[in-house]
């Protein structure tokens, strides 16, 4: 599967942005998918996470209340809601899916558990 990131900007504080991840291919309901991040001179680290049906959702502690996970299978489609923006969210966004039977949190949350990745997109949050 192609993964395509996008909708990433330049925000004040406070604000919303909404991302998408596009995948090609027919078997995009096959595959969990997640949203990982990356901020300058820091490891990719986990923000949220949804199963192949879209009935269970996993964030980080540092995003939960604030950011939303969904899918769309039928558009082949990821969403990522993110309100409240705060400055330490900026980032690069990467979307990645995930052929791996993930039981619980900590395998959504390893990077190791996603095989394909998008290129990412550039979420700039300013104060």
């Known amino acids: 599967v192609q993964l395509q990131a996008s909708g990433g900007g330049l925000v004040q504080a406070g604000g919303s942005l909404r991302l998408s991840c596009a995948a090609s291919?027919?078997?995009?309901?096959?595959?969990?998918m997640g949203w990982f991040r990356q901020a300058p001179g820091k490891e990719r680290e986990f923000v949220a996470a949804?199963?192949?049906?879209?009935?269970?959702?996993y964030y980080a502690a540092a995003v939960k209340g604030r950011f939303t996970i969904s899918r769309d299978n039928a558009k082949n489609t990821m969403y990522l809601q993110m309100n409240s923006l705060k400055p330490e969210d900026t980032a690069v966004y990467y979307c990645a899916a995930s052929s791996d039977y993930c039981s619980g949190y900590g395998c959504y949350a390893n990077l190791d558990s996603y095989l394909y990745w998008g290129q990412g997109t550039l979420v700039t949050v300013s104060s």
């Open positions: 291919g027919r078997t995009f309901s096959s595959y969990a």
């Open positions: 949804i199963n192949r049906s879209g009935t269970s959702t």
